[in-house]
Structure formats: C-alpha cells, structure tokens
C-alpha cells in the first residue's frame, strides 16, 4: 500500500537520510518517474512539484500533488497484485518492503533553500524534468554547486545544448573533486530527452510491420513484431523471442496487455518452453542487426532546392510545351517549302514568333504563310511569358509559407500536433521516407519551421474543426498519430477519423493507463478490422529516465502493449548474477537476457554505446569495425571485465541494481 502522504501544504517529517533521489518536475514525467524509482527499484523519492493553483484560479479535478498521490495508489496496488501473484524474477518478496512514501514537497521553484530542504547536499541523485529547458538548466548548476558528487539525470529538448551542458557540469564536478574515479564521472551528468525516447515507438505504431529500434556503437537492434503464426507453419525466432504478446491481441474486445492484466499480459523475455507452448501468440523477436548510417537530415517531401515542377504550374508547363511544339513545327515547315537550312530557318521562325522580322514582300507565299503562323504563335508567347514571370514571383513570395496537401496524395500519414513530441515524430517518420501531412491549431509552434523547411504539406486549424482532417486527406491517409498533449483532443481526433475511415490506422497520446484502456476496448469493439494503439510518452520515457539515475545506460526503452522493455549496457563486475555465470545460466525468464558483449579491452571502450562511431562515408575510410558480439555461444563464462547488453523487465534491471548496491558500497 502506499504509505502516508501528509496534507498540503507543507510536508512535515524528518530530512531525508543520505543516499535518497530527488525529482523535481510539473508534468507527468516527474509523477511516473518518481512511481518508477520508488515501486520498481525501491528507491526512497522526495518529489519536488509545483504548488497548487490559489484561489483565483480556475478550479481543476486534482492538483499536482492529488495526481501524484492517485498514481502512487495505483501503483502500489498493481504492484501488490503482480507481487502476489508470483512474479517471475525471483525476488524475495515485496521489492518496496521497508521502504518509505515518496515524500512530496511543493515549491514554485527549485530554489537553493528549496533544493537544501530536499536534501540535495545528502541524496544519491538528481532529477530535473521541468518542461522548461532553462529552469532544468538553472537548477541543474545551483544542485552542482551544492553537491559536486551529486548524479545529475536532465531533461532537454535542445541536443545540442545538452552535449555542452553535459561537458560544462562533469568539469565543474571534477574542480570540486580532483581525485573523482572516471567511472563516477561518467555517470555524473545524464541528459535526455523525453521526445527522443519516445519518438521511434511513437512513429512505429503508425506503420505496419515496423520496427522498434534501438542503437548500440553504431548498430541498430531491431525488435520487430510478428503475427501468430497459421495452422502448419512454425513461427521464426530471429535472433531471439523478446516477447510474447498477450492473448487478447487478436480479440475485437481485448485490450493491450499492461503490468496489471494477469495471465492475459504480455509475456517478457520467456524462456524456450514458453515459446513452445504459446499457440495463437504474436511475438517480438530481435530481427536483424544493421550498422547505423551516420546522422544525416531528414528527407525533404518533394525534393531539395527549387526544381520547376514547384515554381511553375503544370497548366503553365503544358502551355510552354505546346508552343514549344508550334515553334519547331513552323521550322520544319520552313525547311521543307523553302528549302533553305535548317539554322537559317530556325533563325527567321524565331524572329518571326518575336515580331522582330520584317514582312516577307515579295517571298514566296509558303514562306508568308509561315510568317502570318509564326506572329499569332508569338501572341500566344506573350502571356506565357507573362504567367510564367507571374508564378516565379508567386513561388518566391510563398516560398517561405507552409506547403499544402497535394491533390493526389495517398498512403500517408497525419500527424496531429507539432509540439516536441509531434516534432520529434515528424522527424523520424520523415527518415524513414513516409510521406507525413501535419494538422496544427497554432502557426507558431514549435515544429512549423521545421516542416516549412522540409516542405511538408501542414494544415493550420483545429483537428475538431469540420473539415480539417478533409483537407489533410484523411480519407486516403494510412494512419493517425495523434499527439497533442489534451487528451480529450485525441480522442475526438480519432473518433472522427474513424467515422470517415473506418479501417484507419489510429494511434492515441494517452497518459492515464485506466482511460486509454477503456479507450482502446471501445474502438476495437466498434472497429474490429482496425488496428489502434494508445501510447503514454511518460510510460516510454520514464524507464530511461530511472536507468539514468540509478548509473545505468538505458539504450533504449521498446512498448510491447502496454509493458515496457529495456535495453542497457552494464559492467559485468559487482552482479553476482552474472559475473562466473555463462550465458546461458545467466539469462532469467521474465526479467533479463544477455544479448551482447563488448570484446573492446576496458581502455578502448567508448563510454556511449548509443553513439555512432565518427567516419567518413564519402571517404576511402570504412567504418570502423563494431566490438559487441552478438552470436554467443550459451557455454560463454562472463567475466568481470566484461561489458554486456542486455534486455530487461524493469523490475529485473532493479533487481540487478539492488543486488549490485548490495554488493558494492556506495561511494
């Protein structure tokens, strides 16, 4: 049960003890992650959140604070349920036992005084997930400044910036300690993006069959989602089966299967004997491994630069053609009754077309004739040559405005919302070369210079507008993203596409887990022949956001239904579970799986696996090779030196942790 959250609006109670973490945030990425590090890892939370609205403002169903608490009710109660219902990792029991509430505080800021009362010169972590880049960066140098050894996890939108603040906070670090251990060092300062975490498994449910990727050094893993397989066939295993998809999938009135669905959940990491058994099942497999290109920019719709099919109109075009076509019939009617050649005909044509000849007195009268044809050609150049100057004004003048849905497109997919969710799909829906309409209530978002410069159709209006989703051409569209941050704005989003398109491919932003299954039953009960997906970003970035601050690399986060599946990088050395274990005695059904091994020697080891080793492809340079083994033989005895991928439940990647602290003193 969750323990006592005292009333507003002071938070009574001793300091925190040493060894805490802090998560300080406004929206529903600071709630989840303080859920996550207290009823999965076990960690003891103080959660820093605004204050509740005063009088004068409207009233709202619940303050920050009463969210937090309903979720944490939630929570514990799902957790008691999946606790007693014998979970699969082998723990001993209740994961959260001896472990106090998330302790909640409430300030408008997360001020020096504020962030002392939190105990910031004695936690273990930090966490800054305010949706504002500058107050996460503010607060960030006021906690290094409190607490040198403090693990900073920040959230930022801008990459660019977090690369540098990254760099900045870790030498402020090693200034205050001069003796700190690399290692700690590396895990000093973490910045994320909720938008980058959540973008690939955002733009994946819009596609079918699609991938949910994850890199690693350069590599791509790629989870791919496969179908039952039919009476007779034998399902492909890939590389390995990373999931079993619950049982409801293929009922109209089922659900996604989530950490409270029982038996009818999706199955984690199962061993052979589960697959075996698993009848009517679909699975995630790990597909294929690829090597990643380097970064590049997302492809433009319609092409780079100016070409003329968009500065002049395909009427324009066809009237040029034609007179095109005029001129060079009159030259050859030149050449063949005059008798002259064929440059001094094309010569006396043209000047004829531009009025600049004289008239032909006293010629033959084949070549009036050609003369008389030549002139009205010349009027009808005129207004070409008019319309032409016209369009090319009206083409610069509109070039930087947004472009608008062509008539004839098809297959796409409409995107709904261009906040940084929305912009961070668009991107990556565009890599993937899927042509993309985006529908947008306001001009000044923050994604609408991005897609006027990739020249991607956009529809400024209201999605619950009449006649807005028309003109992004819903009814030839392939699927829906919805991702506006209301949800109720989603949800009306997709009901109305699906009265127009009843087998549209619909994928919600949904952030409460009991609405979006109620909505997710509703419409695959009245469209059974349609997929639909309900997605939290919260949900998706959490997980890495807690990796982060318990030390570890989280590659990447994969939703399978409603679960979520992690994939991080760890040292061998300090996991009991591990270390002197092969392979195949240290995979755990339900809670982790060795996939690879980084055979680079310790010295030469690239601290981000999720970075793309720098080569030039356009030079006789090839890349450089990658030194995670995929192919291990089950006999493999890891070793304490070595560094490992591997895919995780996230209550088994915090058994792993717990076990390690256990282990190895904090320092």
């Given at each position: 049960m969750l323990g006592f959250v005292p009333p507003l609006p002071q938070q009574p109670g001793r300091p925190p003890s040493a060894g805490h973490m802090i998560v300080c945030g406004d929206d529903a990425l600071a709630r989840r992650l303080a859920v996550e590090l207290r009823y999965v890892y076990g960690e003891r939370v103080t959660l820093?959140?605004?204050?509740?609205?005063?009088?004068?403002?409207?009233?709202?169903?619940?303050?920050?604070?009463?969210?937090?608490?309903?979720?944490?009710?939630?929570?514990?109660?799902?957790?008691?349920?999946?606790?007693?219902?014998?979970?699969?990792?082998?723990?001993?029991?209740?994961?959260?036992?001896?472990?106090?509430?998330?302790?909640?505080?409430?300030?408008?800021?997360?001020?020096?005084?504020?962030?002392?009362?939190?105990?910031?010169?004695?936690?273990?972590?930090?966490?800054?997930?305010?949706?504002?880049?500058?107050?996460?960066?503010?607060a960030a140098l006021t906690a290094r400044r409190l607490n040198p050894r403090l693990r900073l996890v920040i959230r930022l939108y801008n990459r660019k910036l977090g690369l540098h603040l990254e760099e900045l906070l870790d030498q402020a670090a090693a200034v205050a300690?001069?003796?700190?251990?690399?290692?700690?060092?590396?895990?000093?300062?973490?910045?994320?993006?909720?938008?980058d975490t959540a973008a690939p498994a955002l733009a994946a449910t819009a596609l079918t069959g699609s991938s949910k990727i994850i890199q690693a050094e350069g590599l791509l893993l790629r989870a791919a989602e496969r179908p039952p397989p039919r009476p007779g066939e034998t399902a492909d295993p890939?590389?390995?089966?990373?999931?079993?998809?619950?049982?409801?999938?293929?009922?109209?009135?089922?659900?996604?299967?989530?950490?409270?669905?029982?038996?009818?959940?999706?199955?984690?990491?199962?061993?052979?004997?589960?697959?075996?058994?698993?009848?009517?099942?679909?699975t995630v497999v790990l597909e294929a491994i690829s090597r990643a290109d380097p970064d590049r920019p997302a492809t433009r719709m319609g092409g780079r630069g100016a070409p003329l099919a968009q500065v002049f109109s395909r009427r324009l075009r066809w009237s040029a053609l034609g007179v095109a076509a005029a001129a060079l019939a009159l030259v050859i009617a030149s050449l063949l009754t005059t008798e002259d050649t064929a440059i001094?005909?094309?010569?006396?044509?043209?000047l004829d077309l531009l009025g600049m000849n004289d008239p032909a007195e006293g010629a033959p009268p084949a070549r009036q004739i050609i003369q008389l044809l030549s002139g009205i050609a010349g009027l009808l150049l005129l207004p070409l040559l008019l319309a032409a100057v016209l369009e090319a004004f009206g083409t610069l003048r509109t070039a930087s405005s947004l472009r608008r849905p062509p008539r004839g497109l098809s297959g796409h997919v409409v995107l709904l919302g261009l906040g940084k969710i929305g912009t961070r799909v668009l991107v990556r829906l565009r890599e993937l070369d899927i042509p993309v309409v985006v529908v947008e209530e306001d001009p000044d978002a923050r994604g609408i210079p991005l897609a006027r410069s990739m020249h991607v159709p956009t529809v400024i209006g209201d999605v619950t507008q009449e006649g807005v989703l028309e003109a992004a051409k819903i009814r030839r569209a392939r699927a829906l993203l919805a991702l506006t941050s209301i949800d109720t704005t989603n949800l009306e989003a997709a009901l109305y596409a699906r009265s127009v398109k009843p087998d549209l491919r619909v994928a919600l932003r949904l952030y409460d887990d009991e609405f979006a299954t109620a909505v997710y039953r509703t419409l695959r009960t009245a469209h059974p022949?349609?997929?639909?997906?309900?997605?939290?970003?919260?949900?998706?970035?959490?997980?890495?956001?807690?990796?982060?601050?318990?030390?570890?690399?989280?590659?990447?986060?994969?939703?399978?239904?409603?679960?979520?599946?992690?994939?991080?990088?760890?040292?061998?050395?300090?996991?009991?579970?591990?270390?002197?274990?092969?392979?195949?005695?240290?995979?755990?059904?339900?809670?982790?799986?060795?996939?690879?091994?980084?055979?680079?020697?310790?010295?030469?080891?690239?601290?981000?696996?999720?970075?793309?080793?720098?080569?030039?492809?356009?030079g006789d340079a090839v890349p450089p090779p990658s030194g995670l083994v995929w192919d291990l033989h089950p006999g493999y005895v890891l070793r304490a030196t070595d560094r490992v991928v591997i895919a995780a439940t996230r209550r088994g990647l915090a058994e792993l942790l717990r076990r390690q602290r256990s282990v190895v003193p904090r320092q």
């Open positions: 820093l959140l605004p204050p509740a609205r005063d009088a004068n403002s409207p009233e709202t169903p619940l303050t920050q604070r009463g969210r937090a608490a309903a979720l944490f009710g939630r929570m514990s109660a799902a957790m008691n349920r999946a606790g007693n219902g014998g979970g699969t990792t082998g723990g001993s029991g209740d994961t959260n036992a001896g472990v106090e509430a998330v302790r909640i505080m409430e300030a408008p800021e997360p001020s020096d005084d504020v962030l002392e009362e939190a105990g910031v010169d004695r936690a273990a972590a930090l966490a800054l997930v305010y949706d504002d880049d500058e107050r996460n960066i503010r300690m001069p003796g700190i251990d690399p290692a700690l060092l590396d895990a000093s300062t973490t910045v994320l993006s909720d938008a890939g590389l390995c089966t990373l999931a079993l998809l619950s049982s409801t999938t293929n009922d109209p009135a089922g659900a996604e299967g989530s950490d409270s669905s029982g038996d009818e959940a999706p199955q984690l990491l199962p061993d052979e004997s589960a697959v075996a058994a698993a009848t009517g099942r679909g001094h005909s094309a010569y006396l044509t043209l022949g349609a997929l639909t997906r309900s997605r939290s970003v919260s949900h998706l970035a959490a997980p890495a956001f807690a990796g982060a601050m318990m030390g570890r690399q989280i590659l990447g986060a994969v939703p399978v239904e409603r679960k979520v599946m992690l994939f991080a990088a760890l040292e061998v050395a300090g996991h009991p579970q591990l270390e002197g274990h092969t392979v195949e005695q240290a995979f755990r059904a339900g809670a982790w799986r060795v996939l690879a091994i980084d055979a680079t020697p310790p010295a030469d080891r690239t601290p981000d696996l999720s970075a793309i080793p720098p080569y030039n492809p356009d």
